[in-house]
């Protein structure tokens, strides 16, 4: 078992920057690939980024490519999302995710957070 806590959500302005955490319980941690997905209003949760468990490997979706990036610290079973140059399409609550997998084009996970919510305000 897998329990995930994000935190670092909240409201900002176009242009500007968050840094979301994920904290992992377990002994783990570094086996999981792990990920970001997203969940705007009246939309399907969609896949954001994901990190390989050394952090060699990372893959993002095409509208953040660039402006967000994945990282994680094995040491403190943490992984963190960076988010810069902030739109208002990227409104959404966050959800961290563990052993993300991918079957041709559908991602998904074994393991999702809670959820934090972005709102970017234009």
């Known amino acids: 078992q897998v329990q995930l806590v994000e935190s670092g959500g909240g409201l900002v302005q176009a242009g500007g920057s968050l840094r979301l955490s994920c904290t992992a319980s377990?002994?783990?941690?570094?086996?999981?690939?792990m990920g970001w997905f997203r969940q705007a209003p009246g939309k399907e949760r969609e896949f954001v980024t994901s990190i390989s468990g050394s952090g060699s490997i990372t893959y993002y979706v095409d509208s953040v490519k660039g402006r967000f990036t994945i990282s994680r610290d094995n040491a403190k079973n943490t992984v963190y999302l960076q988010m810069n140059s902030l739109k208002p399409e990227d409104t959404a609550v966050y959800y961290c995710?563990?052993?993300?997998?991918?079957?041709?084009?559908?991602?998904?996970?074994?393991?999702w957070g809670q959820g934090t919510q972005v709102t970017v305000s234009s």
């Open positions: 377990g002994r783990s941690f570094r086996s999981y690939v």
């Open positions: 995710a563990a052993d993300v997998s991918r079957r041709g084009s559908a991602v998904s996970a074994g393991y």
